[in-house]
Nanobody, 124 residues
Framework: QVQLVESGGGLVQAGDSLRLSCQAS????????IAWFRQAPGKEREFVAG??????YYSDSVRGRFTVSRDVAKNTVYLQMRTLKPADTANYYC???????????????????WGQGTQVTVSS
């Protein structure tokens, strides 16, 4: 059983930074893929950033502003967000899956495990 718990969301102003954390427990079979997705009201859940092995992936909308990283010893994945924009406002979710390669890694339907989400609100 894999459990994911996100934290670090909040209300910030445009241009600010925020770091999200995803604490993982349990074992993922095969080659794990960990990703961050986000969902704004009335919109579909969209891929933000993720990694598989040593490869990292970013959506075009966050590349250069967001950085995904991990601390293996702490079983924690981070999403460092910089130069936040109001368009980044959403509920952010951590997801885990196995044996995913791009572009499947960007598809939320391919992930087996999800956290409960953490809200990020960016005011203008």
């Amino acid at each position: 059983q894999v459990q994911l718990v996100e934290s670090g969301g909040g209300l910030v102003q445009a241009g600010d930074s925020l770091r999200l954390s995803c604490q993982a427990s349990g074992t993922i079979e095969g080659t794990p893929a960990i990703a961050w997705f986000r969902q704004a009201p009335g919109k579909e859940r969209e891929f933000v950033a993720g990694f598989r092995g040593t490869n990292t992936y970013y959506s075009d909308s966050v590349r250069g502003r967001f950085t995904v990283s991990r601390d293996v010893a702490k079983n924690t994945v981070y999403l460092q967000m910089r130069t936040l924009k109001p368009a980044d406002t959403a509920n952010y979710y951590c997801a885990a899956g196995s044996n995913l390669r791009s572009p499947a890694l960007r598809n939320p339907g391919r992930y087996n495990y999800w956290g409960q989400g953490t809200q990020v609100t960016v005011s203008s």
